[in-house]
């Protein structure tokens, strides 16, 4: 049964560290995304990249957040240095083009103290 | 992408039908209406999507109406288990799925 594999599902930090999340996409997949989700501002993509290249990535606060894919079967998502206002649901999600879905992980809970 | 709108809430009694209305107005001619639902604590999960035509799997139906500025999700026969939040969508297929996803409607299924 192929998923995204997303990890830590769980994280607590101290404001001030670094915070990297993993993402394993499905197999075969080219496309990735990262969304981050709050009760205030709901689902938000930060981030996506086809066949490893970053396509789009305004919805990142570039100074403290970085995406990369140092290859096809790892996506990362950087906070650093983290802030309580990072605190959310991140959720990695991959898929095809043209074929219209996309498979979301379990996501990982940030919670920066 | 077309922007779209939702009732925030619905009810529906289990072994019903449950029918999820969509506006989007706004929506152009190179653009599908996807539907994803979001169980509580966990990723969103795609249910079905098309371009004009109706579709159907074994999650749901779509019924797209014919000047494709409306669309309605029906799930047969609700169960418990369909208690989720509903996200209608529309975008581009060939964007790769880029998802603005926005408030979704909140189903709760009954016994």
């Known amino acids: 049964d192929a998923r995204v594999t997303q990890t830590p599902r769980h994280k607590v930090t101290e404001m001030g560290q670094e915070v990297t999340m993993r993402c394993q996409p499905i197999l075969g997949h080219n496309t990735v995304f990262w969304y981050r989700q709050t009760m205030m501002q709901g689902l938000e993509l930060l981030a996506y990249?086809?066949?490893?290249?970053?396509?789009?990535d305004s919805g990142m606060p570039k100074d403290r957040f970085s995406a990369e894919m140092p290859d096809a079967t790892l996506a990362t998502l950087k906070i650093q240095p983290s802030e309580p206002r990072d605190s959310a649901v991140y959720f990695c999600a991959s898929g095809l083009p043209r074929k219209g879905e996309a498979f979301f992980g379990q996501g990982t809970r940030l919670t920066v103290v | 992408d077309a922007k779209t709108t939702q009732p925030p809430s619905m009810d529906c009694a289990e072994g019903r039908a449950a029918n999820l209305p969509c506006n989007h107005s706004?929506?152009?001619?190179?653009?599908?209406v996807y539907w994803y639902r979001q169980i509580h604590s966990q990723g969103p999960q795609y249910i079905i999507h098309?371009?004009?035509n109706n579709e159907t799997n074994e999650m749901a139906s779509l019924i797209i109406t014919e000047d494709r500025k409306s669309s309605t999700l029906i799930l047969p026969h609700a169960t418990l288990r369909d208690t989720a939040v509903y996200y209608c969508?529309?975008?581009?297929?060939?964007?790769?799925?880029?998802?603005?996803f926005g408030e979704g409607t909140q189903l709760t299924v009954n016994p």
């Open positions: 969508i529309v975008g581009r297929e060939t964007s790769g799925s880029r998802l603005t």
């Open positions: 098309g371009l004009k």
């Open positions: 990249f086809r066949n490893r290249a970053p396509l789009d």
């Open positions: 706004t929506i152009s001619g190179n653009e599908y």
